[in-house]
């Protein structure tokens, strides 16, 4: 795992930070090695995490620092019970699911960072296994196996089960966007 205290995190671009610097528009963007250290001491804080992980990984984008965070986010999910696990897994799962090296320098994992991110993905799905034993609702559950299905590499899969509730399609007939009224019942 890239150290808390490596000067190289400043280096690793997201939603609130870039060059080294938070955006002048997001003055309040986090210092991701700074609130990792913070979950470190409380892992039992997920607001805390609630509130960092959107700047790592949201709209479909995985930023840099995502695949440094992965790492440290495992090792949280180790340190709470199984119930509390959800939200350490799902981003996990999300940042595999949209990543988009493809995008430029700000949205690919560092050469330093790939072993221990390929580690931590390895250690992730056991993880997932055990948490999916603990009761979850349909959303909760759907997320769980989203995340499952992004780590076995089926990322087009994860994205269906991730947005399930958006499935429609237009009728042959009539023209207008329906929702299958199974899909309904099964998503609410």
Known sequence: MLALDDPRWKE????GWTRGARYDLDPQAPFVPEVL???LENP???ERFQSLWPYL???GTAWAAAFAAVPYTIELARRVSLELRFEYLCF?????MCSCPERGESFAIKPYLAESYQRALAEA???LAETLICHHDA???RYLLSAVAALKGHSQLAGVLEHL???CGQCPKCGEYVYPEELQQAVS
Not at 12 to 15: E, M, S, T, V
Not at 92 to 96: D, E
Request: glycine fraction near 4%.
């Open 139 to 141: 959303v909760q559950t």
């Open 12 to 15: 690793l671009n997201h939603r």
């Open 57 to 59: 990984c949201s709209e």
């Open 125 to 127: 799905l056991p993880l």
């Open 37 to 39: 250290a913070n979950l």
């Open 44 to 46: 039992s804080d997920i």
């Open 92 to 96: 996990v799962g999300l940042v595999v």
């Open 165 to 167: 509730d958006c499935v």
